[in-house]
Each structure stands twice: as C-alpha cells, then as structure tokens.
C-alpha cells in the first residue's frame, strides 16, 4: 500500500502564487510515476501534471508554463509549484500514484485551492 497526504492548498488572488506539497509513504518502490490532479465543482477531475521515476514531466495545456511538478526523494515528497494563478485554477487538488501494471490507483484526500479574482 501507499499513503499519500497533500498539502499546500489555500486561497490566493489572482496573480499570485502557491506550492503544493504531497508527503508518500509505504511501499514507494512499487511507484512508477505520479501526478496532481484537480477537480472544481461541477466538473469531472482532470489531470494538471505527472512526473515519472525517470524525471519525464507532462502537462495539461492550461498549465504549462505557469506550474511546475518535482520530486524530492530525501523527504519522499512531490510537489507543484504554481505561480500566475488564475480563478479558474479554483479546485480540490488531489495526489495520486501509479504502479506500472495499475496505473493511478492511490489517492491523497486532496486540498483545496482557491484563486480569487
């Protein structure tokens, strides 16, 4: 099993900044990649970033250049920095983990993040 705990999320104006931070635990050699996901309400949960054990990072378009994942294997943490926040970046953000034969299968509890405008 794999325990992931986000943390980070708050409320922001427009324009500025917040650092996701998603603390993992247990069984983390199993891990193959992970991701940030987000989900505002009223709408289904997308994907905002992934980040593989090779370092491979991948966007969703509405993010990039604004957010950035990164690993950080001494605290066992992923993070996302994302700067120039936007009111529709408003969402529960969720940390997830995939296994290479079940794909994103752990799931944090999520933390939320408010822009406003």
């Known amino acids: 099993q794999v325990q992931l705990v986000e943390s980070g999320g708050g409320l922001v104006q427009a324009g500025g900044s917040l650092r996701l931070s998603c603390t993992v635990s247990g069984r983390i050699s199993t891990i193959n990649a992970m991701g940030w996901y987000r989900q505002a309400p009223g709408k289904q949960r997308e994907l905002v970033a992934t980040i593989t054990r090779d370092d491979s990072t991948d966007y969703a378009d509405s993010v990039k250049g604004r957010f950035t994942i990164s690993r950080d294997n001494t605290k066992n943490t992923v993070n996302l920095q994302m700067n120039s926040l936007k009111p529709e970046d408003t969402a529960v953000y969720y940390c997830?983990?995939?296994?290479?034969?079940?794909?994103?299968?752990?799931w944090g509890r999520g933390t939320q993040v408010t822009v406003s405008s």
């Open positions: 997830a983990a995939a296994t290479l034969s079940r794909g994103y299968v752990y």
